[in-house]
């Protein structure tokens, strides 16, 4: 992937419930991505961790117990340094009226669930670059 695509995108704060899915896209974005990723297993966890943490992008599950995604990125936009850091959702809760929702609570995109590894930085990428041209 171009490099000019990821400036800017160095550090993802990664909020996935599921350890499979968590470990594996957390791997694929080290590796294949070559970035710094924070990972946690609950939007708790996100909270504790974004305290001494500032990443480029906020990457998120939607459905997890105790707080969904909409819930942790409400409470993580509460933090100074995150009030303005992009976020993506992923999901399966790809409908029209979701993706709207996504939207309205500042989400830049949608990453449909189940995650396809080896597609997922290119995802990033593409969703980094189209809201880098959109804030131009």
């Known amino acids: 992937m171009d490099s000019d695509a990821s400036h800017g995108l160095k550090s993802i704060l990664y ?14 974005l080290e590796v294949i991505g070559k970035f710094e990723v924070r990972d946690c297993g609950s939007g708790r966890e996100a909270l504790l961790a974004a305290m001494d943490f500032k990443p480029d992008l906020i990457l998120l599950d939607v459905m997890m117990p105790d707080l969904d995604g ?3 990125l409400a409470m993580l936009r509460r933090i100074p340094h995150l009030a303005g850091t992009p976020a993506l959702f992923v999901t399966g809760l790809t409908a029209e009226a979701d993706i709207a929702r996504y939207a309205e609570v500042g989400a830049i995109g949608v990453i449909p669930k189940p995650l396809m590894p080896l597609r997922l930085t290119g995802q990033l990428h593409s969703l980094w670059e189209r809201h880098a041209l959109a804030a131009c």
């Open 70 to 72: 909409l819930a942790t």
């Open 15 to 28: 909020v996935e419930d599921d350890l499979h899915v968590r470990t594996t896209a957390k791997l694929v």
